[in-house]
């Protein structure tokens, strides 16, 4: 090959990586209503519907939400821990598993004096990815994110979950056994959101481990075995409404992208 076909090679070369690079977009609207937090803070703050801007800056993605105060923090209760984690979901509302957790980078005292203050007071948030050194992911996340919702990554919801009672047979005679009585359809909301506690902890615990946390294997292990305890139980049930399965199948699969990874 000639000198001036080499150079030819490496500009053509050159050009490509421009282009792959000029191809991430720089912005992309998500259009939330409802978003989902995780937490304690679910008691007392929100997410305000509307409009927000996913920014691509360099090698990292920024998205600055509008927390908005629903209820006040009684003064005898401790102040929410913010240390909080941001996951973006695809059209379908499933996390997108090849885009880390951001984590919240505005000052702790915003949130703080948001929940000091008056009902409907609102305030933004940023949170921000880590490097994204991958161009094809980058572009992947600016092209595929629909929504988002927020996690307290330190948040584990432990409910007892109900055993069936143990009926201890006499020698002579068996007392009668009292049939327990199903859980009625609108009682099954409250177990589903149970199960999408322990599911989103589970995410976050299993992006721990991927990443090499030696100390998030124990809790990793528990939050799986609570998770799978409690699916079973929504799998055998009966009399879920339409609306109710939907959430579970959706919950379950996103259980099983966290286990899968």
């Not at 721990?208 to 998770?227: I, N, R, S, W, Y």
Request: charged share 25%; aromatic share 4%.
């Amino acid at each position: 090959m000639s000198y001036k076909n080499v150079l030819m090679a490496v500009a053509l070369v050159a050009v490509l990586m421009l282009v792959a690079c000029s191809s991430v977009p720089k912005e992309l609207t998500l259009s939330v209503k409802g978003v989902s937090i995780t937490g304690d803070a679910k008691q007392h703050l929100k997410v305000a519907d509307g409009d927000y801007i996913l920014k691509s800056v360099m090698n990292t993605i920024t998205l600055t939400p509008n927390l908005e105060l629903m209820a006040k923090i009684e003064p005898e209760v401790p102040a929410i821990d913010p240390d909080w984690k941001l996951v973006l979901l695809d059209k379908n509302g499933t996390a997108l598993t090849y885009a880390e957790p951001f984590s919240l980078t505005s000052p702790v005292e915003k949130i703080q004096d948001l929940l000091k203050g008056e009902l409907g007071d609102q305030v933004l948030v940023t949170f921000e990815s880590g490097v994204v050194t991958d161009k094809a992911i980058h572009k992947m996340i600016m092209t595929e994110a629909a929504g988002f919702e927020i996690i307290d990554a330190n948040y584990v919801e432990v409910v007892p979950i109900e055993e069936d009672p143990v009926v201890v047979e006499k020698p002579v005679t068996k007392p009668p056994v009292t049939p327990k009585p199903p859980v009625v359809a609108n009682e099954w909301d409250s177990v589903l959101d149970t199960y999408e506690s322990y599911v989103n902890r589970l995410i976050v615990l299993s992006r721990k481990v991927k990443q090499g946390d030696p100390t998030a294997m124990t809790d990793f292990l528990k939050m799986k075995e609570q998770t799978e305890t409690l699916d079973q139980r929504l799998g055998a049930a009966k009399d879920m409404t339409a609306a109710q399965l939907s959430r579970f199948q959706t919950l379950h699969q996103r259980m099983a992208n966290a286990l899968a990874t």
